[in-house]
């Protein structure tokens, strides 16, 4: 029979559960996909903590191997020891920063003469001495642009012809006779003779030689306008670098790249030249004197200029000067083209006599170095950290930097003579003590002194100039 009611139920009970049946599969479904985001977090997490402890490992090893190879290689037993151990190094007299003993210094020896410096170092086991180290890097943190070096040349002699890269070079001749060759930027040749207190200029960059022409050895002071090491190249050492080829392209030769193969190349270092069989090589030698327009740019007469005289000395100076009324037609050439190069010197002799005394004195625009070439003296400088003295002898070189306050007194018998540097190329500018302190209000000097203004009338006006004094 049919029973609408019973089929209506029938019918609601197989969608019932069908209903159920979804249910459950949907529950099922999404505890699967749970399961499986689970999985996949746990993983992450794994993958990150391994990269990690990869990346913590490659750090150790990286600082392990940067250690230096000293401590790397102890073995297990010396591994306590490890510990840093400060080295303790020699304390240097403060003098050093301002004072170097130059004879004591390398010579460097070459056939034909020796050169000696006292310059900045960039490798610091090329200093002999802690004390010279303290001068170089003295020189070189003031930013000084200055280096000096003695040039001493043989009879016959030569300094072979090179030139500096990175320095105006200025010499002085204390001894002997040399003649003189420089070739411009625009290949003009310039030769001229020297002779005992006289001076030469080459600019950066411009080649040149010197060569003893007289009996004696010749003694040069050698300035140049760098506070870092010198590069200098000489035209033999470029030659030999040149390929062959080249060369024999470059020069057209008679007999071409053969006739280039006949140069040896020598094993002494050939930058003070002096042949043993110079008199089969050399047999007609020519020592040709330009003419004084060409020579002057590069020459100057400093022991004929004009004496600046005082009481207790004499100054001389081959400088730049803003008027030259008073300078000879020969002198303003010199003058003109020094102030045309970039970071020229000035130079300057001093000469004190016994017991004379350049008062205290600082310079505006210059750095100072000083090569004593006879006599002795005291010196003292007054900067920041207070007062130095020293005793400096014949070859001992000074330094002076910009600002600070020095003076030199004469202690032996003899004049001291003194040939001076300055690191400008413009008019060289000092004060002296006696200046700046008649210059200030005397009011103004004893609120600082705590001394009566009338006292003050006891310092005397000169009318004569006291740079250098006597007592």
């Known amino acids: 029979m049919d029973n609408s009611a019973f089929e209506m139920h029938e019918d609601a009970a197989q969608n019932a559960f069908s209903m159920g049946k979804m249910t459950t599969i949907s529950r099922m479904e999404k505890k699967r996909q749970w399961s499986l985001v689970s999985i996949f977090l746990v993983c992450l997490l794994a993958c990150t903590i391994t990269t990690a402890v990869g990346v913590l490992i490659l750090s150790l090893v990286y600082v392990h191997n940067s250690q230096p190879h000293s401590q790397v290689h102890l073995g297990l037993e010396a591994r306590p020891l490890q510990t840093t151990v400060p080295i303790v190094q020699k304390a240097v007299d403060p003098k050093f920063q301002f004072l170097n003993h130059l004879p004591k210094s390398k010579v460097f020896e070459f056939p034909g003469g020796a050169i000696q410096w006292a310059r900045y170092r960039n490798n610091v086991k090329d200093y002999l001495s802690i004390e010279e180290e303290a001068f170089g890097s003295s020189l070189n943190s003031q930013r000084s642009q200055m280096t000096l070096g003695t040039l001493r040349i043989k009879s016959n002699g030569l300094r072979a012809p090179h030139w500096h890269f990175n320095a105006n070079e200025h010499g002085y001749l204390v001894q002997g006779s040399a003649w003189i060759g420089v070739v411009d930027d625009g290949g ?42 010198l590069h200098t190249l000489d035209v033999d050492d470029v030659f030999f670098s040149v390929p062959e080829d080249i060369a024999s392209r470059s020069l057209k030769p008679e007999g071409g790249i053969n006739f280039i193969r006949t140069f040896q190349k020598q094993q002494e270092d050939q930058a003070v030249n002096l042949p043993p069989n110079l008199a089969e090589l050399v047999t007609n030698p020519s020592y040709v004197q330009s003419p004084d327009s060409l020579v002057w740019k590069y020459f100057y007469d400093l022991k004929g200029s004009k004496e600046y005289q005082f009481p207790g000395g004499v100054i001389q100076l081959a400088q730049y000067w803003k008027n030259g009324s008073e300078l000879s037609s020969h002198e303003k050439i010199f003058s003109e083209f020094l102030n045309q190069h970039q970071n020229a010197l000035t130079l300057s002799t001093l000469r004190i006599y016994n017991n004379g005394l350049r008062q205290p004195h600082f310079h505006f625009n210059a750095n100072e170095m000083g090569y004593v070439i006879s006599g002795c003296a005291k010196v003292g400088i007054i900067n920041t950290q207070g007062i130095i003295e020293f005793d400096v002898h014949i070859g001992d070189v000074v330094f002076f930097p910009t600002g600070t306050q020095h003076y030199i007194k004469s202690s032996c018998d003899e004049d001291l003579l003194f040939l001076l540097a300055f690191s400008t190329g413009d008019q060289l500018q000092t004060l002296d003590m006696d200046d700046y302190l008649q210059a200030t209000a005397d009011h103004i000097l004893a609120q600082l002194f705590f001394k009566k203004q009338s006292e003050f009338k006891k310092i005397p006006k000169f009318k004569e100039d006291q740079a250098i004094n006597l007592p």
């Open 188 to 229: 003009v040749v310039t030769t001229y003779n020297v002779t005992s207190g006289q001076v030469i200029f080459f600019p950066k960059n411009t080649l040149h030689w010197i060569k003893n022409v007289g009996n004696e050895d010749c003694f040069f002071l050698l300035f140049f306008s760098t506070h870092d090491e």
